[in-house]
């Protein structure tokens, strides 16, 4: 069995860092991935969405000090499905990529990649 996904994309806000009871580094940020395809007329279009990226220790360290938001970059990593109870008893679900790889692509300003980093967070 493989749980494994690679998205490629842009980051949409700087990277939020935050230390779990553990002690361990938790890195937060969102990725933007954009897909183009014809309609049913004929007509360009296009479709954005919203992952939520978690990187863990020496991966989220990485990517805090390197990343920021506009930045491109491509995430290896599983995707991790969670379920809690809200405040008012509700049942949430909630669906993030626990990275394990991160390359960086492209700082935030260019606007395309000339050659990816050699720079890989793993």
């Known amino acids: 069995m493989k749980n494994t996904v690679t ?3 842009f980051v949409g806000n700087n990277p939020e860092v935050r230390t779990a009871q553990s002690g361990a580094a938790i890195t937060n940020l969102s990725l933007a991935t954009t897909r183009s395809f014809k309609d049913g007329d004929g007509n360009r279009q296009t479709e954005t969405e919203w992952h ?3 990187c863990f220790n020496g991966v989220g360290k990485c990517v805090a ?4 938001k506009g930045a491109m970059v491509m995430v290896t990593g599983r995707i991790h499905y969670s379920r809690w109870t809200d405040s008012e008893g509700q049942t949430r679900y909630g669906c993030e990529i626990i990275a394990e790889q991160v390359d960086f692509l492209a700082k ?6 000339a050659e990816p980093r050699k720079r890989r967070a793993k």
């Open 7 to 9: 998205l490629v994309g």
């Open 52 to 54: 939520r990226i978690t």
């Open 65 to 68: 000090e390197h990343v920021t």
């Open 108 to 113: 935030a300003k260019e606007a395309t990649p």
